[in-house]
Nanobody, 120 residues
Framework: QVQLVESGGGLVQPGGSLRLSCAASGPIFAINAMGWYRQAPEKQRELVADITSGGSTNYADSVKGRFTISRDNAKNTVYLQMDSLKPEDSAVYVC??????????????WGQGTQVTVSS
């Protein structure tokens, strides 16, 4: 069974940095896109960033220039480096991967979510 396990969330002061990781495991044949969404109370879920298997990236306007997404294909892991954090970045961050299991078409798998809180 495919699982995505996240780590790296926590409490940080405004202007600080955090690095999130999301590792996929299980009977993985291939991983297409991977990325991160976030969900804050009383706000719509937002796509933060995504990255293709070839390394092409896409960012929400709200995080451009502050966040960097990357991946290690050998480790089936995606990272989100978050710098210059603001209180409005506080949310539950959830990773996903579009994963092929053996010969079957790719489907989206989700992590469990990790809380990021930016506060002084």
């Amino acid at each position: 069974q495919v699982q995505l396990v996240e780590s790296g969330g926590g409490l940080v002061q405004p202007g600080g940095s955090l690095r999130l990781s999301c590792a996929a495991s299980g009977p993985i044949f291939a991983i297409n896109a991977m990325g991160w969404y976030r969900q804050a109370p009383e706000k719509q879920r937002e796509l933060v960033a995504d990255i293709t298997s070839g390394g092409s990236t896409n960012y929400a306007d709200s995080v451009k220039g502050r966040f960097t997404i990357s991946r290690d294909n050998a480790k089936n892991t995606v990272y989100l480096q978050m710098d210059s954090l603001k209180p409005e970045d506080s949310a539950v961050y959830v990773c996903y991967g579009d994963i092929r299991v053996n010969i079957f078409p790719a489907r989206r798998y989700w992590g469990q979510g990790t809380q990021v809180t930016v506060s002084s």
